[in-house]
């Protein structure tokens, strides 16, 4: 058990060290990345198990730093540090059930941060078995959500969250290849 808790708090830390966010709050060039925020993942699980509740904070914790570092790295979007936000998402939080479901909330971050899009990811848990990990883009000039994916998970566990977040960036990316203003 200590082996696992070490090699978790690692590719934790590693997973952190590749992340290098944008910290610039320009407005995106002609021609260049489109600024993005990823704010933190949020959990819908209506059958809350306190034997996995901790384990899954420590996913949705990964997931997101997993999901910014591809973004970045894969160079889909100018990801932007969205920490400068914290205060302004935990007062919406706590107005808010679920960001995501909160336009409002999106673009005021957004705004905040001088960002051209919110990502707003969340998990829903159907079961232990049967999850489902969304994402939802939120376009702050032109006011409305511009992009909405969601990608299966089997089984709630570290390897089926990793492979769901890989997975969702490898497919917008392929799908930007076909056609530049995927996910935009």
Same mark, same amino acid.
């Given at each position: 058990?200590?082996?696992?808790?070490?090699?978790?708090?690692?590719?934790?830390?590693?997973?952190?060290?590749?992340?290098?966010?944008?910290?610039?709050?320009?407005?995106?060039?002609?021609?260049?990345?489109?600024?993005?925020?990823? @704010?933190?993942?949020?959990?819908?699980?209506?059958?809350?198990?306190?034997?996995?509740?901790?384990?899954?904070? @420590?996913? /949705?914790?990964?997931?997101?730093?997993? @999901?910014?570092?591809?973004?970045?790295?894969?160079?889909?979007?100018?990801?932007?540090?969205?920490?400068?936000?914290?205060?302004?998402?935990?007062?919406?939080?706590?107005?808010?059930?679920?960001?995501?479901?909160?336009?409002?909330?999106?673009?005021?971050?957004?705004?905040?941060?001088?960002?051209? /899009?919110?990502?707003?990811?969340?998990?829903?848990?159907?079961?232990?078995?049967?999850?489902?990990?969304?994402?939802?883009?939120?376009?702050?000039?032109?006011?409305?959500?511009?992009?909405?994916?969601?990608?299966?998970?089997?089984?709630?566990?570290?390897?089926?969250?990793?492979?769901?977040?890989?997975?969702?960036?490898?497919?917008?990316?392929?799908?930007?290849?076909?056609?530049?203003?995927?996910?935009?």
């Amino acid at each position: 058990m200590k082996r696992r808790a070490w090699i978790e708090c690692f590719s934790t830390v590693a997973l952190g060290i590749a992340w290098h966010p944008v910290r610039s709050q320009q407005d995106s060039q002609p021609g260049s990345l489109r600024s993005l925020a990823v @704010l933190d993942f949020e959990l819908e699980d209506d059958h809350e198990n306190p034997l996995t509740k901790a384990a899954q904070e @420590l996913r /949705l914790a990964r997931a997101g730093t997993q @999901l910014r570092s591809e973004l970045a790295a894969r160079q889909l979007y100018r990801v932007v540090d969205e920490t400068s936000s914290a205060s302004l998402q935990r007062t919406l939080r706590s107005q808010q059930a679920f960001l995501y479901r909160c336009d409002d909330c999106a673009e005021q971050v957004g705004v905040q941060l001088g960002v051209d /899009l919110v990502m707003t990811p969340w998990v829903q848990k159907v079961s232990e078995l049967i999850l489902n990990l969304n994402v939802q883009i939120h376009d702050i000039k032109a006011d409305k959500v511009a992009f909405t994916k969601s990608v299966d998970m089997r089984g709630n566990n570290d390897e089926s969250w990793t492979r769901a977040v890989s997975y969702l960036v490898r497919d917008i990316a392929e799908r930007r290849e076909r056609n530049p203003r995927y996910g935009q």
